[in-house]
C-alpha cells in the first residue's frame, strides 16, 4: 500500500490558468512533507517543508497546505517555465527514510 | 550549489558484471542517500550513510551494496548487475542541521544492463 499519492497523473494548463496538485498520505506520527521539482533530466530541486496541519508556504507562484491528511501545490498564474513533475515526499516519526510519491508531470503551454 | 557529482553519467553494461556508481561531494556534509527511480515507481531509496563507515539499508537495498570510507564519497556497487537494475540513480546530501526531508540531488546517473 503506497503511503504518498499523488494525483492526477499529469496535468496540462494554459498559460495563466491556476489549479491544484494533490498529495495525500497515510502515514502515522508525520514528521514533515516535503515538495520537489524535477526537471527532465535532472535531479529533484527542494521547494517546501510543511510540519503541521494549517501551515503554508509560498514561493512565487507557488503555494503549499497541509491538512492532516493531504496536502495541496497551489499553482497561481502558470508560466511554461513552471513545466515541470512535482514530487511529493514525507517522512514518519522515528524514520530517517524520505518516501516519495510518484509524481505529478505539469505541463503549461504558452 | 551543494557540489554534488555522479560518476558516471550514463553506463551500459551487461548482466553479472559488477558496477560502481560514485557520488563525491565537496564539502564535508554527513548525510548521504543513494536512490533509484523508474516509471511508475518514483524514487525509492537504496542505501544512506550518516558518517564514515555507518551505513543502513533503504527499501530497496536487495543486490546492492555501499561503502563510505572518507566523508566525501560515497560509492553504490551493484555485485552483479541484472537487467531489474537498470534504471537512474541519484545521489543526494542533507546540507547541515537542514531537516531529514530537505535534500540536495546530484544530476543522476543512467544505468542500462543489458
Known amino acids: 500500500e503506497d503511503q504518498v499519492t499523488q494525483s492526477p497523473e499529469a496535468l496540462r494548463l494554459q498559460e495563466g490558468e491556476s489549479s491544484s496538485l494533490n498529495c495525500s498520505y497515510t502515514v502515522s506520527g508525520l514528521r514533515g512533507l516535503f515538495w520537489y521539482r524535477q526537471d527532465p533530466g535532472k535531479g529533484p530541486e527542494f521547494l517546501f517543508t510543511?510540519?503541521?496541519a494549517g501551515e503554508e508556504k509560498e514561493k512565487e507562484r507557488l503555494k503549499a497546505t497541509l491538512t492532516k491528511k493531504e496536502s495541496f501545490l497551489h499553482i497561481t498564474a502558470p508560466k511554461p517555465e513552471d513545466s515541470a513533475t512535482y514530487l511529493c515526499?514525507?517522512?514518519?516519526?522515528?524514520?530517517?527514510?524520505?518516501?516519495f510519491g510518484k509524481g505529478t508531470k505539469l505541463t503549461v503551454n504558452p | 550549489d551543494a557540489g554534488i557529482t555522479q560518476s558516471p553519467r550514463h553506463k551500459v553494461t551487461e548482466t553479472g558484471t559488477p558496477v560502481t556508481l560514485r557520488c563525491h561531494q565537496t564539502e564535508n556534509h554527513r548525510y548521504m542517500y543513494w536512490y533509484r527511480q523508474d516509471p511508475g515507481h518514483g524514487l525509492r531509496l537504496i542505501h544512506y550513510s550518516y558518517g564514515v563507515k555507518d551505513t543502513d539499508k533503504g527499501e530497496v537495498s536487495d543486490g546492492y551494496s555501499v561503502s563510505r570510507s572518507k566523508t566525501e564519497d560515497f560509492l553504490l556497487t551493484l555485485e552483479s548487475a541484472t537487467s531489474s537494475q537498470t534504471s537512474v540513480y541519484f545521489c543526494?546530501?542533507?546540507?547541515?542541521?537542514?531537516?531529514?526531508?530537505?535534500?540536495?540531488f546530484g544530476e543522476g546517473s543512467r544505468l542500462t544492463v543489458l
Open positions: 510543511l510540519y503541521s
Open positions: 543526494a546530501i542533507r546540507i547541515g542541521l537542514a531537516s531529514t526531508g530537505e535534500l540536495f
Open positions: 515526499a514525507v517522512i514518519q516519526g522515528g524514520s530517517e527514510k524520505l518516501v
